[in-house]
């Protein structure tokens, strides 16, 4: 591709602030962007035609119905603003014709979230806010707990575990992790131990593995009852995971000491939305929201201006790798 010529895209689910970037980053590279509010649909594929690639966010499901239309629009190339791709059946995509990618951008920023999360989890945050919220100033009925004294297990060790894990050692925490392709390294003061050896011995568990067949429910009932009593969780990668039902159980009865969740289970057509004058019918996340140990934000951990910026850029240069590879056949 010469550099005089322009590559067309359609970006899906633009929210505004992705749609200045993508005006400021896509004439440097020679790229047309057009932007949509809309998530990709059956209905609005149609927007894509003349577009080999498009761009779409990971807040709402792409459907087969929705990869099929595009598929008929002439799209061959789908790259999304996100590290997972679990909204996407990339494999159905691929069985029509379209590749599906994600991007890469600052792991700093869930990284800095999760550990954000684990102190408050720690020290008890959300019913110290609340009350002093009401002007109830006394001090809780419970101590909080210091990292430096806990045993930290980080499951998943891709670029954001780790980037979680290089943080708890400054806090000089015990860190055990787990991860199918364990990356030993000498000095690191990491051990990496099997699954279960890793729920029975953490005091605070925090959640770094991609959605999969194989990960879903990952933490499922029988796993759950293999921590130690008092145990904290904290999930900054996808509410699937978590048995929710099973978390809610154990946070209830008082077995498991707290959780704090930026995703959650179900959590499609409600995180991203205001929802104050509609009732919501997740039960489980309305019982999260009730129970004063968890700590429930909407899916922000990724949040911020370095990683959107990076986010969109990646998406847009994604585009053009792949036109190039067309091009060059």
């Given amino acids: 591709m010469t550099h005089s010529e322009t590559t067309r895209i359609t970006v899906y689910g633009c929210g505004p602030d992705e749609a200045v970037l993508f005006r400021e980053l896509a004439p440097g590279l020679g790229v047309h962007p057009s932007l949509t509010t809309a998530p990709v649909s059956e209905a609005n594929a149609e927007m894509a035609t003349g577009s080999r690639c498009v761009s779409v966010s990971h807040k709402t499901p792409v459907t087969q119905a929705a990869l099929r239309a595009l598929g008929r629009a002439g799209v061959r190339y789908i790259s999304t603003r996100s590290i997972g791709c679990n909204h996407i059946d990339a494999e159905y995509a691929a069985g029509i014709g379209i590749l599906v990618e994600n991007v890469s951008y600052s792991p700093d920023s869930v990284a800095d979230y999760t550990l954000m999360l684990m102190l408050m989890a720690l020290r008890d945050a959300k019913s110290i806010v609340r009350r002093t919220d009401l002007h109830d100033y006394r001090l809780s009925d419970a101590r909080g707990r210091e990292l430096r004294d806990l045993t930290v297990g980080v499951i998943g060790t891709g670029r954001i575990g780790t980037a979680v894990m290089d943080r708890l050692r400054g806090f000089g925490c015990r860190i055990l992790a787990h991860d199918n392709r364990p990356v030993n390294r000498p000095g690191s003061g990491v051990e990496y131990v099997p699954l279960d050896e890793l729920l029975r ?63 959650v289970e179900g959590e499609e057509g409600v995180f991203y939305a205001d929802c104050r004058d509609k009732p919501l019918e997740s039960k489980a996340l309305l019982r999260l929201q009730e129970l004063p140990n968890a700590v429930i934000s909407p899916h922000t951990a990724y949040y911020t201006d370095r990683a959107l910026r990076d986010a969109v850029e990646n998406s847009l240069t994604n585009c053009l790798t792949f036109e190039s590879r067309i091009q060059h056949g």
């Fill in 201 to 263: 011995r953490s005091d605070l568990v925090t959640l770094h593995a991609p959605l999969t067949a194989a990960t879903h429910h990952l933490l499922n009932r029988q796993r759950l009852a293999q921590m130690k009593d008092d145990a904290l969780i904290v999930n900054t990668g996808r509410g699937a995971l978590i048995d929710t039902d099973a978390l809610v159980r154990d946070l209830e009865n008082g077995r498991l000491g707290g959780a704090a969740l930026d995703v």
